[in-house]
């Protein structure tokens, strides 16, 4: 427990150290290859499409709806 909580310090202080240890065994994040092909914007938004209810109500429906896929347990 305290290796998980040391390494945890690693990552937030020594970023050039903990990203070539931690990627060598495991295989690369979905959220960085996302990064990497995501489009980007001509210009940043300031004012989110949807505003917060809006889009949590379209989370609750879409995890619905993906609960329900037949391949689940």
Do not use: I
């Amino acid at each position: 427990m305290l290796f998980v909580l040391a390494w945890s310090s690693v990552s937030f202080n020594l970023k050039e150290v903990y990203n070539p240890v931690t990627k060598a065994p495991l295989p690369t994040q979905a959220a960085t290859r996302f990064r990497e092909h995501a489009p980007r914007l001509a210009e940043p938004r300031y004012q989110p499409l949807t505003d917060r209810k809006e889009a949590l109500a379209v989370a609750r429906r879409l995890v619905a709806e993906h609960a329900r896929h037949p391949d689940l347990p």
